[in-house]
Structures are given as C-alpha cells and as structure tokens.
C-alpha cells in the first residue's frame, strides 16, 4: 500500500477505478440492457470473445470436429469492451456475465453451460472425447482441469493485471504474483519433464484448458515482454508441450474463433461452417483488426 492512500471505512465504487478495464467490471450483477442473443443453425451456440478463456472451447469444439464428431456449432462474437454481456440475453445465459456462455438446444429444453472448465466437461462428456475413459487417467486430467481454473486467476487477474495493465506499478503486487507465476510454471515444468500431456500420453481437455494460458506466456503472446521478465525460457518442459499442442490444426483453428485482435488473416469474427476459415475471416471481408 502506498503512503498517500488509506482506505475508506466503507468502499465506494467509482466507474473509473478500473483502469484499462474499467467497462467492463462492475460491483453489482444482472443486464444493463434488453439484447436478445442471435441463435444460428447449429445445435451448439457459443457466445465468445478470443481470451485465454473463450479459446479453451474454441479449441475443444474444432478439436470434436476433427475428431469426425458431429459438434458442428455457431460462435457469436461478444465484444466485452461494448458491454455486450450485460445484456439481457447473454445474462440469461450466464448469471456472472463472462465469457463463454454455451447453449446446446439439442437438450429439451435448451440447456445452458457457464464457466470455460464446465464448458470443457460437459462437451468431454456428450461427445466421449478428450477425457480419459480409465479412472486414473480421468482423475488426473479433472485434477489439472480444476488446478487451471483455480490458478487463473492468479496469472490473468493478478500478474497480468498489476505488470501490464494497472494505471500504476506497484511493487508488492507485481513481486506477489510473479512469485505465484513463476511457482506455477515451475508446478508445470516438473509434471510435464515425465508426461507428455498433462494427463499423461493422452492429450484431454486439461491440456485444453492450460495451453491458452500457460502456453501463451511462455510463448511470449501475452503482457508485452512478460516472457522475458519471468525467464520463462528456463521452463523447457512447458516450451515443448506448447510447441507440440500449437501445431495441431484444431488448435490453429480455434483460436481465430471470435479473435479481433493481431492479423486479420488470423480473425474470424463470427464462425458458422468449416469453410469460414477460408472464405471469412477479416483479411478476406476488408475487415481490420480492432486492437
């Protein structure tokens, strides 16, 4: 805490108090505004912006289709900078008013799945893929599952936040959560030195849930120069798991998904068939990249 600062007796919230991300986080819950959600043609709509998160389904619903599994889906794009999941609709659909928000209209009647990790699981569960039938291997991938949603938290909300996005640099916070990161890394790198995967030989939706988290720092794809700042070169364990799930073409695919950032080659906005990859995306509509 810095000297010129004592907190109040009771908080007050102040709508410029959240820097960068101040729109799009509020002390209070429910819409903000009547917005009914688009539904297109496929059982499964998703509703998604490209963050660590919404890549995670991304990633696992190309990963069913590449598997040869029917998971066919349409994936609307949520601008959370616009305010798009305080409306009505979305709200609807996940009560928090983060992304993703799944609904599967298969289910009678349509059900509705919140939260990227059940997200995972329930799509693991309906198509019997990417979870590991043997209770053992089963176990250890719902035990990374859950330790990622868990120390997400401390990567994007905490390290992320306070070294490349607070309107002020503090020390304390900065040193807090890099120790955090690096002791995950290092959680990482001793597991991954005698496992392929993160449930062992077999690739699951915990090595879904991680790579767009873990794999992009180290990667250098996220906070700037934050790879550098952490030494996450030292982790080589981790580099070869990133460098092994970022060839495969699901994963190539699903994070274009609902992306709006970098190249437009590399975006596409909305996803409604498997030709949208080549026929839609922003480079090829005259779209521009948003950021």
Known sequence: ?????????????DK????????????????????????GKHPLQLYSLATPNGQKVTI????????????????WLI??????????????????????????????PPRRVFESGAILLYLAEKFGAFLPRDPAARTEALNW?????????????????FYAYAPVRIEYAIDRFTMEIKR????????????????????????MAIWPWYGRLIAGGVYGDAATF?????????????????MRPAVRRGIMVNNVSGDPAGQLWERHDASDFLTRTQDKIGGQADG
């Open 60 to 75: 696992m619903l190309e990963e069913l289709l590449e598997a040869g599994l029917d998971a066919e889906y349409d994936a």
């Open 230 to 246: 952490i030494e996450a070169h030292i982790y080589e364990n981790v580099h070869r798991w990133q460098a092994e799930i970022a």
């Open 79 to 108: 601008r959370i900078g616009d305010g798009d999941q305080f409306g009505s609709g979305f709200v609807a659909v996940n009560p928090n008013s983060k992304i993703p928000a799944l609904m599967d209209r298969s289910a009678t």
């Open 184 to 207: 995950q890394l290092d959680v990482l790198d001793r597991h991954l030195a005698d496992h392929r995967f993160m449930a062992g030989e077999e690739y699951s939706i915990a090595d």
């Open 145 to 161: 599952l859950f330790w990622q949603m868990g120390s997400a938290p401390y990567l994007g909300g905490g390290f992320g936040h």
């Open 16 to 39: 410029d108090n959240g820097g960068k991300f101040a729109s799009i986080n509020r002390p209070v819950a429910g819409p903000t505004h009547d917005k009914d959600l688009p539904v």
């Open 1 to 13: 805490m810095s000297d010129d600062y004592t907190p109040p007796r009771v908080w007050k919230w």
